[in-house]
């Protein structure tokens, strides 16, 4: 919470208009757009904190695009921010994880003259974790339209990560922490006051630290890894420095916003891969993998298929699923290098 003896602020909106006046060619547009998901957020977390007292837990009775059960929050955060982003006149093409197609805002709720936007995102992830109490959040990317009268509906939303102007999260959890990018290599982090409803400034530019010592990552699939990925967090959990034992420690909630915000904030690596259980991946590329992924190369950091960078991906589906390691960019080299070292014994094999 804000210290009440300080006077002078920097809240969410406060921090984003200076950062306009920054920017001479700066419309305003984006502020506004980043207004509404900041409302958005404030009321998914009003929702999440009373979700036991007025019966919003447990399932709602349908099943999403994923094949997952929808969880009452689910449906409720996924309305709020539709709505919310909806107002704002600024979004003229949406992507949730709960639509199966992607949402086409009317003209009419567009504000004319104005740059247009489109926002992927996920509005409640880890939502399996609300009867646990175990932090939860919402994902979200924003691209600027391509004004071009020819291009396709799809086309504005299956880019590479890199064309994203911003993205962020909010996770709920004892606090409400909004983390947002710009792209500008700067990465800021807001804690919600809810005393008097704002978002203050608690992480100015967060930097990853360059290696970290926590892995994070489900040792449940271990059995279902390809060999590098084995070999990899064998050698995490083997590792000496100066002949003394000195392994990484696991650190796993199972919600994606809780581990990348630890990952973020102290190190180390997240790392969701794809198996022989799920040979594509879990995560969903636009609105999981392409947000974080932007979060963390801003900080310092590196997000990577294993292969190649995630933000370089061309998506050709809306709900394409990637493998991903993300985190301080040291830890993931070293994946990569375990990676390669495995494909090019393969290739002379």
Same mark, same amino acid.
């Given at each position: 919470?804000?210290?009440?003896?300080?006077?002078?602020?920097?809240?969410?909106?406060?921090?984003?208009?200076?950062?306009?006046?920054?920017?001479?060619?700066?419309?305003?547009?984006?502020?506004?757009?980043?207004?509404?998901?900041?409302?958005?957020?404030?009321?998914? $977390?009003?929702?999440?904190?009373?979700?036991?007292?007025? /019966? @919003?837990?447990?399932?709602? =009775?349908?099943?999403? +695009?994923? %094949?997952?059960?929808?969880?009452?929050?689910?449906?409720?955060?996924?309305?709020?921010?539709?709505?919310?982003?909806?107002?704002?006149?600024?979004?003229?093409?949406?992507?949730?994880?709960?639509?199966?197609?992607?949402?086409?805002?009317?003209?009419?709720?567009?504000?004319?003259?104005?740059?247009?936007?489109?926002?992927?995102?996920?509005?409640?992830?880890?939502?399996?974790?609300?009867?646990?109490?175990?932090?939860?959040?919402?994902?979200?990317?924003?691209?600027?339209?391509?004004?071009?009268?020819?291009?396709?509906?799809?086309?504005?939303?299956?880019?590479?990560?890199?064309?994203?102007?911003? $993205?962020?999260?909010?996770?709920?959890?004892?606090?409400? /922490? @909004?983390?947002?990018?710009? =792209?500008?290599?700067? +990465?800021? %982090?807001?804690?919600?006051?809810?005393?008097?409803?704002?978002?203050?400034?608690?992480?100015?530019?967060?930097?990853?630290?360059?290696?970290?010592?926590?892995?994070?990552?489900?040792?449940?699939?271990?059995?279902?890894?390809?060999?590098?990925?084995?070999?990899?967090?064998?050698?995490?959990?083997?590792?000496?420095?100066?002949?003394?034992?000195?392994?990484?420690?696991?650190?796993?909630?199972?919600?994606?916003?809780?581990?990348?915000?630890?990952?973020?904030?102290?190190?180390?690596?997240?790392?969701?891969?794809?198996?022989?259980?799920?040979?594509?991946?879990?995560?969903?590329?636009?609105?999981?993998?392409?947000?974080?992924?932007?979060?963390?190369?801003?900080?310092?950091?590196?997000?990577?298929?294993?292969?190649?960078?995630?933000?370089?991906?061309?998506?050709?589906?809306?709900?394409?699923?990637?493998?991903?390691?993300?985190?301080?960019?040291?830890?993931?080299?070293?994946?990569?290098?375990?990676?390669?070292?495995?494909?090019?014994?393969?290739?002379?094999?």
């Amino acid at each position: 919470m804000s210290d009440h003896t300080r006077t002078d602020l920097v809240t969410l909106s406060r921090h984003v208009l200076a950062e306009q006046r920054a920017h001479k060619d700066a419309t305003g547009d984006l502020t506004l757009l980043l207004v509404s998901i900041q409302l958005g957020c404030k009321f998914v $977390a009003t929702c999440v904190r009373k979700a036991g007292i007025v /019966n @919003l837990t447990g399932l709602a =009775g349908e099943t999403n +695009v994923q %094949g997952e059960d929808q969880k009452k929050l689910d449906v409720l955060a996924n309305e709020i921010f539709i709505n919310s982003l909806k107002s704002s006149g600024k979004v003229g093409v949406m992507v949730s994880e709960e639509d199966e197609e992607i949402i086409v805002v009317p003209t009419k709720d567009r504000d004319s003259g104005s740059h247009h936007y489109a926002v992927v995102f996920d509005p409640l992830d880890g939502s399996s974790n609300i009867e646990a109490g175990v932090s939860i959040g919402t994902i979200f990317g924003i691209y600027r339209i391509n004004k071009d009268a020819t291009a396709s509906v799809d086309s504005q939303v299956l880019r590479p990560g890199r064309e994203m102007v911003c $993205a962020g999260y909010c996770m709920y959890g004892s606090s409400t /922490n @909004l983390v947002l990018s710009t =792209g500008t290599g700067k +990465v800021n %982090g807001y804690t919600l006051d809810t005393t008097i409803g704002e978002f203050i400034l608690t992480h100015p530019n967060i930097r990853v630290p360059s290696r970290g010592k926590i892995y994070s990552v489900n040792e449940g699939n271990a059995v279902y890894w390809d060999a590098a990925c084995t070999e990899y967090f064998a050698a995490l959990k083997a590792r000496k420095v100066d002949g003394k034992p000195a392994p990484y420690s696991a650190r796993y909630v199972g919600s994606m916003v809780a581990d990348v915000h630890r990952t973020l904030l102290y190190g180390g690596i997240f790392a969701y891969p794809a198996d022989a259980k799920s040979k594509s991946g879990k995560l969903r590329v636009l609105y999981e993998c392409f947000p974080m992924a932007f979060l963390l190369e801003n900080a310092g950091g590196r997000a990577s298929t294993g292969t190649a960078p995630i933000l370089d991906i061309q998506p050709d589906k809306i709900h394409m699923r990637s493998p991903i390691f993300l985190g301080s960019a040291d830890d993931v080299a070293d994946l990569e290098a375990a990676y390669a070292k495995h494909s090019a014994a393969a290739k002379k094999a």
